[in-house]
């Protein structure tokens, strides 16, 4: 696997899509009259709270099967890419059509966001998983693959709930899927969602860790200042610099950046935050 120094992901699809003005909350007389909306990658993300529930549920996958912090960011990394191809070629996502979407009496309770098909929802959840299984590849923490698809039974990937502040603990009493038809069908297709994944992405999966400049960074500091490196407010500074990365992993938009300037960033934070 490649080490670069670019940013973590390239530029995103700006998404751009024909919508009628009450849906953009709009009065104007002529409901007829459509626009042309731009929409972001994170825009869409943060209009669906299902792909947001995705993100925090693949975050704990992580922490259930004890992989450490570069894989999960190659995780996210892969995964982001091949979430902006396919909302790019998805138009039901980012138009918020489709018959997942709420009612006009639904939308008018004050919940504007749409729900998306079972369909799409069962597809970003294998893409998502796939995504966990590869970086378990290239980062040479190997998984069995059953152990991904018990993840994915145990955190209901698909699901349009949040419900999943107790999965982690939940994940060591569910029985692992059986080895019937229903497992080895689930199986292949997961296969099948990793090859996707892969022709997606061009099968470019060049990676760089911003956590890596970020201690070189901290570890400058400390040597410029004289500063012990036992010195307990400059390891909370590492700490919550570490935390503003992992942050990073749920905006595209400073993923965009590049890791040089991710790290310095999040160092910069941290040192503010402790004054």
């Known amino acids: 696997m490649t080490h670069q120094l670019g940013p973590p992901l390239p530029i995103q699809h700006l998404h751009v899509y024909e919508d009628d003005d009450h849906h953009l909350g709009h009065n104007n007389n002529s409901k007829s009259q459509s626009s042309m909306v731009l929409m972001s990658h994170q ?44 909302i790019y070629y998805t138009p039901t996502i980012h138009s918020g059509s489709g018959n997942g979407s709420r009612t006009g009496s639904e939308k008018g309770k004050g919940s504007q966001q749409p729900l998306l098909p079972l369909k799409h ?49 939940d994940y060591g009493k569910v029985e692992p899927p059986s080895l019937d038809e229903h497992y080895w069908k689930k199986k292949e297709e997961m296969v099948q969602a990793e090859q996707m994944l892969l022709r997606m992405i061009n099968f470019d999966v060049t990676v760089c860790y911003p956590h890596r400049i970020m201690i070189v960074v901290w570890e400058e500091l400390v040597s410029m200042k004289n500063i012990d490196n036992g010195n307990d407010v400059w390891k909370q500074v590492l700490h919550m610099g570490w935390k503003r990365l992992n942050d990073s992993l749920f905006h595209v938009d400073s993923l965009m950046c590049h890791s040089s300037s991710l790290a310095c960033a999040a160092l910069s934070l941290a040192m503010e935050e402790k004054g």
């Open 121 to 169: 929802r069962e597809q970003i959840s294998d893409l998502a998983c796939a995504a966990i299984f590869l970086s378990c590849k290239l980062c040479n923490e190997h998984r069995r693959i059953r152990d991904v698809i018990n993840i994915q039974k145990v955190f209901e990937m698909n699901s349009e709930t949040s419900r999943h502040d107790n999965k982690i603990n």
């Open 43 to 86: 825009h869409i993300i943060e209009a669906h709270p299902f792909l947001m529930n995705v993100l925090c549920k693949v975050y704990m996958a992580h922490n259930c099967l004890q992989l450490s912090t570069e894989t999960r960011f190659t995780s996210f990394q892969l995964f982001h890419k091949c979430l902006s191809h396919y």
